[in-house]
């Protein structure tokens, strides 16, 4: 599906935008100077409290490091070394930890830039308005993964990334199956793979979204934002990602090793004990 010419325009305004990084896959398959990844860290984290009232959530230590920065060293092994995070409950705790570059042993260096929501609106912008506010800085095919999920054998692959901008999908999931807490699932999967809109429930509907995923920037050609999200419209992402299942643009498959939405402080105690 094409861009819209508002948004066309507003992404050749953008065009010009430099990033340092390391060169991997990138310039194979996305913009040779976006973020190749966007890790999901604004949210308020209300069932984490009183845990989060002075800490946002992906920094509250898992295994003796920050939530979210399993996802960013997986990511880096992967070759994914250029980053984005989008920050707002106490976002300014995040780049004072981690800075613009960092650099873990063994890893290439990783070049973070930082969406501030909370500092430009005020507010988070659910997960969709804050990646339309990051459009303009990441790659034609760019990773999507929360923060605050930890799966510490999940490996980020440029041949996963090549395999889907190939593809005709405009979205690729990774599902998990239906844990105890969320037992009526999200999603439902077929057979060539296809992720289908199932209601929570319904027969098929086996599993959960992991929150990790690759898009291409054309998924959000419709939503009806344009790129850059200049006015702070919070907009979630669920209803995009059925809208565009029920057009046959949702490719996924299912990740079955370990993974936990830490959401409670209970699950947090048990990835620490």
């Not at 760019?142 to 510490?152: I, M, Q, R, Y």
């Not at 005709?168 to 060539?192: E, K, M, Q, R, T």
């Amino acid at each position: 599906m094409g861009l819209p010419s508002a948004v066309c325009a507003q992404q050749a305004q953008y065009g010009t935008w430099q990033h340092r990084g390391m060169n991997s896959f990138a310039s194979d398959v996305s913009a040779p100077t976006g973020a190749q990844a966007m890790i999901l860290a604004a949210g308020r984290g209300e069932r984490m409290r009183p845990l989060t009232d002075t800490l946002p959530k992906p920094l509250l230590s898992v295994r003796g490091q920050p939530l979210m920065q399993w996802p960013m060293q997986a990511l880096a092994r992967g070759g994914f070394a250029r980053q984005l995070v989008n920050t707002a409950w106490l976002g300014e705790q995040i780049p004072a930890h981690f800075g613009h570059q960092v650099v873990w042993q063994g890893l290439p260096p990783v070049e973070l830039t930082y969406s501030h929501e909370g500092q430009d609106f005020g507010h988070a912008l659910e997960t969709a308005g804050g990646i339309v506010r990051a459009l303009p800085q990441l790659a034609e095919v760019f990773w999507v993964v929360a923060g605050d999920v930890f799966a510490p054998d999940f490996v980020f692959t440029a041949e996963a990334a090549k395999r889907f901008a190939a593809s005709d999908a405009l979205a690729h999931l990774w599902l998990v199956p239906n844990p105890s807490h969320n037992p009526g699932g999200d999603f439902g999967l077929s057979p060539s793979g296809a992720v289908l809109n199932l209601s929570k429930g319904a027969p098929g509907c086996d599993h959960t979204f992991s929150t990790i995923a690759l898009y291409k920037r054309a998924f959000f050609a419709d939503c009806g934002l344009p790129a850059g999200n200049p006015q702070g419209v919070a907009l979630a992402l669920a209803p995009l990602l059925r809208a565009a299942m029920d057009r046959g643009q949702v490719s996924g498959e299912v990740y079955t090793g370990p993974w936990t939405d830490v959401g409670t402080p209970e699950r947090l105690a048990q990835l620490n004990a």
